[in-house]
């Protein structure tokens, strides 16, 4: 998934001029979503406030099945003056229950979940490696050509 500083921002900027509104998470009133469709595919937006103020972005979209299970690739954002704090580790446990909560409301019980994180950034790949899994493949990204990492966890239930 690309760097997701700029669209953190442009969530930030969309949510304090009212042009999207969020939601309380249900097991977890502190985390906030957004559900919206563009391009015809749901995204899940999930994030950290202090008022308005975005400290922790996370989004999942849909991706190509993994092991015969629907897949959501996740990415995740901190502001700069907010980064090694825990703090998108702490949302994105909190978004993952959040989505498996109301996907199994409706029936899906199990899905994956896959970051991919582009090789050299250590901390995304320090991330996912403690809240996704170790690393299953290696690549090039085919949109950056760059080098890149996935992880893949499945959600069956609450993450701890």
Not at 76 to 93: M, N, S, Y
Not at 124 to 133: D, F, T
Request: proline fraction near 6%; charged fraction near 25%; glycine fraction near 6%.
């Amino acid at each position: 998934m690309p760097d997701l500083e700029m669209p953190m921002k442009s969530f930030e900027a969309a949510l304090k001029s009212r042009e999207i509104a969020v939601q309380p998470g249900a097991l977890d009133e502190k985390i906030f979503v957004h559900m919206d469709k563009p391009a015809g595919e749901p995204r899940f937006s999930y994030v950290r406030l202090d008022r308005t103020t975005v400290t922790a972005f996370v989004v999942f979209i849909p991706a190509d099945p993994y092991e015969r299970l629907p897949c959501f690739q996740v990415g995740w954002a901190v502001p700069k003056e907010l980064r090694g704090q825990g703090r998108a580790a702490d949302a994105f446990r909190a978004a993952v229950n959040e989505l498996w909560n109301g996907m199994s409301r409706n029936g899906m019980r199990e899905f994956y979940v896959e970051a991919v994180v582009e090789q050299g950034n250590v901390a995304s790949e320090k991330l996912a490696e403690k809240v996704v899994s170790s690393a299953v493949k290696t690549g090039i990204d085919k949109n950056a050509g760059v080098p890149i990492t996935q992880y893949f966890r499945k959600i069956d239930g609450i993450v701890a």
